[in-house]
């Protein structure tokens, strides 16, 4: 269905207006009305939709003013919140979304039956895992598969795949959505780390006495992490100094020397100036998963694309999974219980 396709508005429609409301044919309204009619009620003011439809604010009012006069009724209230569907434009709002949601299934149906593996596949990940893991194995990807293009977005919230926000999902959790597939790639492996020049020392080094160190952490948004949790729970919040909103932002913290803290073994373990403290604990890892929806497991795109990164981040699995020994420190390490 293109962006010119239209549609016959339901009888069902209700008014708001005394008056009958005028015969509507395919002639009157195309589906970018819809679309527009969808965006406003989502929003509740035209700035806003305006910018989702890549138009202007004024031309967003023009054309809303067109299909009220079009369908003879008012679609919207105006009140100091924005701008409220009455029943008709709330219903024809509703069409719009089944509409979009029947437009989206069909697309992702095409795009599990193309047969050559090219053009445009959209990915979606979080920054950690983009700058610190990813890149190069989606340019060595891109060597390999040149007729196909990636489209990065970054985001630590889920997308939704059912609607085509996004092609493939790479992302850390123990809980993929159901709705999903996909594989299982590594498992994401977390250990304590301090500045290397601080931890030169060879010999033992007892968990209690970091207790009184300064520590860093993510911040309180956070506490789905148990790493995040173990902190909170034994370190004193007075000792906890230096808290941030992104992991990058951790491992940086711990390398300038600002307090000790947990980070993912793929990160820390690249970074000379940091150095382990503790083996990983198992209880602080989390999976890390490859996962598109069921239409487009057997697209050739999407097809491609995983079999290549199972195989490469496979490769890395003992860097992922911080399958190495404690260095430069000798002696046994800092225990510690997750489980309380």
């Given amino acids: 269905m293109t962006a010119s396709a239209c549609l016959t508005v339901p009888a069902m429609i209700t ?3 005394s008056t009958t409301p005028k015969s509507v044919t395919t002639k009157d309204l195309a589906w970018d009305d819809f679309r527009l009619i969808k965006a406003i009620a989502e929003r509740r003011a035209l700035p806003a939709a305006a910018t989702s439809l890549g138009l202007n604010h004024s031309t967003v009012f023009r054309r809303l003013g067109q299909i009220e006069e079009a369908l003879g009724v ?3 209230e105006r009140h100091r919140s924005g701008y409220v569907a009455t029943p008709a434009g709330d219903e024809m709002a509703q069409l ?3 509409v979009d949601s029947d437009i989206t299934a069909f697309a992702r149906k095409l795009a599990g039956q193309e047969i050559k593996p090219a053009g445009e596949l959209r990915v979606t990940t979080n920054d950690t895992l983009l700058v610190d893991l990813l890149t190069p194995v989606f340019a060595a990807f891109l060597t390999q598969c040149p007729d196909i ?3 990065i977005l970054l985001s630590n919230q889920s997308l939704n795949l059912s609607k085509r926000d996004a092609d493939v999902a790479i992302r850390a959790t123990d809980n993929p959505p159901e709705t999903l597939v996909g594989r299982r ?3 994401i492996a977390w250990a304590l780390y301090g500045r290397a020049s601080e931890f030169s020392d060879a010999g033992d080094v007892g968990i209690e006495s970091l207790w009184e160190r300064n520590w860093v952490s ?3 948004q956070f506490t789905m992490l148990r790493a995040v949790r173990y902190l909170s729970q034994h370190v004193a919040p007075e000792r906890i100094v230096y808290k941030v909103n992104t992991v990058l932002g951790l491992a940086e913290a711990v390398e300038a020397g600002i307090g000790i803290g947990f980070v993912p073994c793929f990160i820390a373990d690249t970074k000379p100036g940091l150095t382990r403290l503790a083996a990983p604990d198992p209880g602080f890892a989390a999976d890390l998963w490859l996962l598109t929806h069921p239409d487009l497991r057997h ?4 097809r491609l694309f995983l079999d290549f990164m199972a195989t490469e981040l496979g490769r890395m699995k003992p860097l992922i999974e911080g399958d190495r020994a404690i260095s430069p420190r000798q002696g046994s390490s800092p225990r510690h ?3 309380e």
């Fill in 15 to 17: 008014t708001t207006k």
């Fill in 74 to 76: 008012k679609l919207f």
């Fill in 96 to 98: 719009a979304e089944r």
């Fill in 149 to 151: 293009r990636l489209d």
């Fill in 185 to 187: 790639a590594a498992r």
């Fill in 218 to 220: 993510l911040g309180d």
């Fill in 299 to 302: 697209s050739p795109r999407v």
């Fill in 337 to 339: 219980n997750t489980a």
